[in-house]
């Protein structure tokens, strides 16, 4: 079993900048791919940005050139670095081990971060 927890969400005004922080406890040796979901109000949830096990990043379109993921795999942390902040970035963030190569593939999922974006 793994365990995900996730942090640093919270209000920002539009053009602000979070960042999230998911730490992974238990049995992290099968995590492979990680990677951010989010889900607002009234819609699915969406892959964000994901970080394979040697680094390599791939985000959705919307986030392009605003936010950057990145992971410790010492500290069995993964990261979203969130700037430029839209009100259009509403949602809860949850954290996603992945047990295989891509993060869709079966595994574990973090309870989830609110993030606010209002003025």
């Known amino acids: 079993q793994v365990q995900l927890v996730e942090s640093g969400g919270g209000l920002v005004q539009p053009g602000g900048s979070l960042r999230l922080s998911c730490v992974a406890s238990g049995s992290i040796s099968v995590i492979n791919a990680m990677g951010w979901y989010r889900q607002a109000p009234g819609k699915q949830r969406e892959l964000v940005a994901a970080i394979s096990s040697g680094g390599t990043t791939d985000y959705a379109d919307s986030v392009k050139g605003r936010f950057t993921i990145s992971r410790d795999n010492a500290k069995a942390t993964v990261y979203l670095q969130m700037s430029s902040l839209r009100p259009e970035d509403t949602a809860v963030y949850y954290c996603?081990?992945?047990?295989?190569?891509?993060?869709?593939?079966?595994?574990?999922w973090g309870k989830g971060t609110p993030v606010t974006v209002s003025s």
């Open positions: 996603k081990a992945g047990l295989g190569l891509i993060v869709s593939s079966p595994g574990y």
